[in-house]
């Protein structure tokens, strides 16, 4: 890994500047890529714009920034993105400072401005190395997420393309799939989840393999079938459903065939379950049976003692002698058959026979 700390000027920084839609923004003579496709869009408001021009007209330093060396040679900026587009904007006279624009200024006031020098950190490496770096290096402002950092890495066309649909404000993922998905489109938080699920959880395997593919049409196709698997499967929407391993799920039981009507029956059922703590687990307990995911309401320390010593402490299986410590509360009629978590429904088992048969 190399990791060379170097100056730049505003006016090399700025030469052959370049903010287009479709090809993205460019800068120092079109070989910085100033707005990968894995970085958020440009934020900054005009109060946060001035402050970055009013540090260097007084030659205060600016934070550090860092940019990664491509293969072919070229940059990209991986930290400082809000505040080189400020720059970049002023120099082109896109905004005013101090109701001044850079056309309206003193010579020697604009060359003072061309001439400050930016640090910038130049990162070139492995993809692992560089991964691993990025994780570890102390980001100024706000911290790229891990899927950023990803991105930059195993960054192309692959990339690239993925950004149409999953990460920007408004784009076609977000369009399917926001009521099924935690975070934003525009952090990467619905890119990373998506190739979460498509590689069951092998995220950067997967970029790997990918990063210098044409196109990301596996990963949109995949996700789009995920989302109308759900809508399928499971008909009536509940804010539950939001953030639910849907993908991992999809991988496993999309090929088996389910009645949603039943379905629809059984979830309401199991939403008006006082004895369901987790009602978000209730999909998966659909798909998988596994109680785990239900969080069932466990018997209270009361309810625990009166069996316990109504039992004078014999386990009804093995029927030996244990202290209540060594024992576990247990439904007599099996809550999945219906045994509600009441006194009258409590056992105490040792817990070798309550794991016998709970079967964990």
Request: with cysteine.
């Amino acid at each position: 890994m190399i990791i060379e700390l170097k100056q730049i000027s505003i006016k090399e920084l700025t030469t052959g500047y370049q903010d287009n839609n479709e090809n993205g923004i460019m800068g120092y003579s079109g070989k910085l890529d100033i707005r990968p496709p894995y970085q958020r869009e440009f934020i900054y408001k005009d109060k946060q714009r001035a402050a970055v021009i009013d540090s260097i007209t007084k030659d205060y330093p600016l934070n550090v920034m860092y940019w990664a060396v491509r293969e072919d040679g070229n940059f990209e900026v991986i930290d400082g993105q809000q505040r080189t587009i400020s720059i970049c904007q002023f120099i082109e006279g896109d905004f005013a400072f101090n109701d001044r624009y850079f056309h309206n200024l003193q010579a020697n006031e604009k060359e003072q401005l061309l001439n400050y020098k930016l640090m910038v950190y130049f990162c070139s490496g492995t993809d692992s190395e560089k991964l691993e770096w990025f994780k570890t290096i102390n980001i100024a402002g706000e911290q790229l997420t891990d899927q950023e950092l990803r991105n930059a890495v195993y960054s192309g066309s692959w990339v690239s393309d993925a950004k149409r649909y999953f990460s920007k404000t408004g784009c076609p993922a977000y369009g399917i799939g926001s009521d099924y998905l935690n975070g934003t489109a525009i952090r990467q938080d619905y890119l990373e989840t998506a190739i979460k699920w498509i590689s069951n959880d092998n995220i950067e395997m997967y970029m790997a393999k990918n990063q210098h593919e044409a196109n990301s049409n596996e990963l949109w196709l995949y996700f789009q079938s995920v989302i109308n698997w759900v809508k399928i499967v499971f008909s009536n929407y509940r804010k539950e459903m939001k953030g639910v391993g849907w993908g991992f799920l999809y991988n496993t039981y999309k090929d088996t065939k389910y009645d949603s009507k039943k379905i629809e029956t059984e979830v309401a059922k199991l939403m008006e379950d006082e004895d369901v703590g987790n009602k978000k687990g209730i999909y998966e307990y659909i798909l998988t049976r596994k109680e785990k995911y239900l969080n069932i309401r466990a018997f209270s320390p009361n309810q625990k003692r009166e069996a316990y010593e109504k039992q004078k402490g014999i386990c009804p299986v093995c029927k030996k002698h244990y202290e209540i410590e060594e024992m576990k509360g247990d439904h007599i009629t099996p809550w999945h058959e219906g045994g509600p978590t009441i006194s009258d429904n409590c056992q105490m088992l040792c817990k070798e026979d309550n794991r016998r048969k709970s079967g964990k």
